[in-house]
């Protein structure tokens, strides 16, 4: 189905692998873990580090909710089951190290974003609807230069259905003109469309297994795309 190009629309962007790159900066982080529990010693293969990590990871957004922080704690309670207590202490400083880079690096725009935004924003209403720490996004947007662009961002710690429904009426959204834009079916895609929103689905190589669902494709409200730049043609 395609949206009525030429009505004035609400488009509601994800962030993360949506906009910019980001998950492929966790995976990087997690083989910068495991080669320096390897310089210290620690005997490990990469699915033994991945399995560590990931469970404290769930932990710690249960807690913390999601984000580049709340994953450098995860790196620091997963060191201490795959550590000894003494080689645990002398990697302190190495893992937050590792973090700080993390947590200070810019995030690489997706290709076609800049362009994209850039009309779009002129021919539609802009908002952003990204999970993670507030704090944390709002850094990253500013530092890409997209800001400008979006006349409203909104941070919830879950992208569900309640979620939508929130947003729907705090940016007084008449969802027959609305569109959720991202690359993950569980946060995206399937809740913005049982929350009455139409959806646009552009996925992405390097994508959290976490986001992974099958799609809704039954719902007509659904568009599939390839590329951002794409956007161009239906909207």
Not at 75 to 94: E, F, I, S, Y
Not at 164 to 180: E, F, G, H, K, Q
């Amino acid at each position: 189905m395609a949206a009525k190009r030429h009505a004035r629309l609400n488009l509601i962007f994800d962030a993360d692998d949506t906009l910019w790159h980001s998950n492929l900066h966790f995976r990087e982080v997690e083989r910068e873990f495991a080669a320096a529990l390897a310089a210290h010693g620690v005997e490990i293969d990469g699915a033994g580090v991945r399995d560590a990590v990931r469970r404290f990871e769930l932990e710690v957004i249960r807690s913390h909710g999601y984000g580049r922080g709340p994953y450098v704690r995860a790196l620091h309670l997963a060191l201490d089951v795959l550590a000894t207590p003494g080689t645990a202490a002398r990697m302190r400083a190495t893992i937050d190290e590792i973090g700080a880079r993390f947590i200070a690096r810019d995030c690489e725009l997706i290709p076609g974003v800049r362009e994209t935004l850039a009309v779009l924003a002129g021919r539609h209403r802009l908002l952003l609807f990204t999970k993670s720490q507030r704090a944390e996004q709002l850094d990253k947007l500013a530092r890409s230069g997209l800001a400008p662009h979006f006349s409203q961002v909104e941070v919830p710690a879950e992208k569900d259905v309640a979620a939508y429904r929130r947003l729907i009426d705090v940016a007084a959204l008449d969802p027959r003109t609305s569109y959720m834009i991202g690359n993950s079916p569980r946060s995206d895609i399937n809740p913005a469309l049982r929350a009455g929103l139409g959806a646009v689905y552009i996925p992405q190589a390097e994508s959290w297994e976490r986001e992974h669902e099958e799609l809704d494709r039954a719902d007509r409200r659904l568009i599939e795309l390839d590329r951002f730049l794409q956007l161009l043609e239906i909207f």
